[in-house]
């Protein structure tokens, strides 16, 4: 399996798309340059990624870097032993202390290796990483696509996917997660690059960054 890893990757993904699905052409004339936004995996970058559930992407970035002053560095060991009030401190919620805490214990004991996830069926990976309380299947397949460079995942979740894609191919309502998913399954084995595609479009109609990290 071959993991997207540089930009070069992204465009050739992007070329097979449109040449497989002609709908996608005007779709990636108007979203221009595609991001790889591709970080190193582990603790940190999941961290990053919980934080960034149901919010905005500044309040994300402003709640984390708050969260990264205060626990520096970001690791299992250090989190688990740091005073709770850090987490109010940086404006992280209830639900996600919890989350976080729950990671940082399943990432001690061994029952969660991130830095293996690159290597592992995607399926395997997602049933993993949401055994873990708090984190569903939005949050699993986001840490594989930006952080395990997996190629082929579409988180149909993310409603500025299910937005831009609505858009893109004229469907109003727009599609519910169960439907894009079914969309999206014909854009495989490029599906993570179909979604930075959309994300990028959702940029330019929306005048706004929904990618989930920054």
């Known amino acids: 399996m071959r993991h997207i890893e540089t930009l070069e990757h992204v465009t050739e993904d992007l070329d097979a798309l449109v040449a497989a699905d002609p709908r996608l052409a ?10 790889l936004r591709l970080v190193p995996p582990g603790f940190a970058s999941l961290a990053g990624i919980i934080t960034s559930q149901q919010v905005s992407r ?7 870097a708050r969260f990264l002053s205060l626990v520096d560095p970001l690791t299992p060991e250090i989190l688990l032993a740091a005073p709770e009030s850090v987490f109010r401190e940086a404006g992280q919620s209830r639900a996600k202390q919890r989350t ?3 990671l940082a214990r399943a990432c001690v004991d061994g029952r969660l290796q ?7 069926p995607a399926e395997a990976a997602i049933a ?8 569903g299947p939005w949050t699993a397949e986001v840490y594989l696509m930006f952080c395990a460079g997996h190629p082929d995942i579409f988180p149909a979740h993310d409603v500025a996917l299910q937005t831009a894609v609505g858009q893109a191919l004229h469907i109003e309502p727009r599609p519910s997660a169960k439907a894009l998913a079914r969309i999206a399954d014909s854009w495989s084995p490029h599906r993570s690059v179909a979604a930075r595609l959309f994300w990028a479009y959702y940029a ?11």
């Open 114 to 120: 991130l830095e293996t996830m690159r290597e592992r």
């Open 128 to 135: 993993d990483l949401t055994a873990v309380p708090g984190i």
């Open 204 to 214: 330019v109609i929306r005048r706004r960054d929904a990618l989930p990290l920054g």
């Open 58 to 64: 500044a309040s994300a970035d402003a709640i984390f």
């Open 26 to 35: 005007p779709v990636r004339s108007a979203a221009g340059d595609i991001p």
């Open 100 to 102: 976080l805490l729950a």
